[in-house]
């Protein structure tokens, strides 16, 4: 069994930068990519971005240019470093894992509230 720990939210302004972590645990061997989405009260839940295994990125147009997710093997950790942040970034950010031959992210953590103020 995966678990998955974020953290690294909190207050920023406007064009200020946080960095998310994902501490992972358990079978992580299984993890064929891993993902951050977000969701504010009221709307869906939203693709953010998202590494393979073996290291391919995919970026939401919305983030592209300011966010980039990394992984420090040494730590078992996943980041998402998150610059030039906008209002409209305010969210509660969560960490998702695709495991291997699953078609869908089916381990989730437990959500860290990013909020931005202009």
């Known amino acids: 069994q995966v678990q998955l720990d974020e953290s690294g939210g909190g207050l920023v302004q406007a064009g200020g930068s946080l960095r998310l972590s994902c501490a992972a645990s358990?079978?992580?061997?299984?993890?064929?990519?891993m993902g951050w989405f977000r969701q504010t009260p009221g709307k869906e839940r939203n693709f953010v971005a998202s590494?393979?295994?073996?290291?391919?990125?995919v970026y939401a147009d919305s983030v592209k240019g300011r966010f980039t997710i990394s992984r420090d093997n040494a730590k078992n950790t996943v980041y998402l470093q998150m610059n030039n942040l906008k209002p409209e970034d305010t969210a509660i950010y969560y960490c998702?894992?695709?495991?291997?031959?699953?078609?869908?992210?089916?381990?989730w953590g437990q959500g860290t509230q990013v909020i931005v103020s202009s």
């Open positions: 998702a894992l695709q495991q291997f031959a699953r078609p869908t992210y089916d381990v």
């Open positions: 358990g079978r992580t061997f299984s993890s064929y990519a």
């Open positions: 590494r393979t295994w073996n290291g391919l990125t």
